[in-house]
């Protein structure tokens, strides 16, 4: 994966959400299982002042708040402009959520300066992230 590429930069605003979003559902599948729960400790290590941490469920991978997908991995664009848009391989965004997640995590992220698209950099603009996929397909 390329730093700076369309599908990094999506990862690693999916990967900052994970981190930040407040009433997580994480739904995972059995052979994930172990690997989220290290997350989940190691989020609670790296972020002490952190009091509530995402709830895993088993199944197929998705990620929700209040009933509601975080992310949305259909080909077909999702109307919710709340939703961040990554139509790839969903055993692939897993895997390498998890890794980004930790990257972040290690960076000292959410206290790191410029690690999470936050303060001196740009929000991030699903608008133009959903015409970025387009153009790239």
Avoid at 106 to 114: F, I
Wanted: aromatic residues 10%; contains cysteine; glycine residues 4%.
């Amino acid at each position: 994966m390329e730093d700076n590429s369309q599908y990094w930069l999506a990862l690693r605003e999916g990967a900052r959400r994970l981190l930040v979003e407040q009433e997580l559902v994480i739904t995972v599948p059995k052979k994930s299982e172990n690997h989220w729960n290290k997350l989940i400790l190691f989020m609670a290590d790296s972020m002490p002042e952190r009091l509530e941490f995402p709830t895993l469920e088993t199944g197929r991978f998705s990620v929700s708040r209040n009933l509601q997908p975080l992310f949305d991995f259909e080909l077909k664009q999702p109307e919710d402009l709340d939703v961040l848009w990554l139509p790839y391989r969903v055993d692939e965004l897993e895997s390498e959520l998890l890794q980004m997640c930790s990257e972040l995590l290690l960076a000292g992220y959410p206290g790191c300066s410029g690690c999470g698209y936050r303060d001196e950099e740009k929000n991030w603009d699903e608008t133009i992230h959903r015409l970025s996929v387009q153009n790239s397909t």
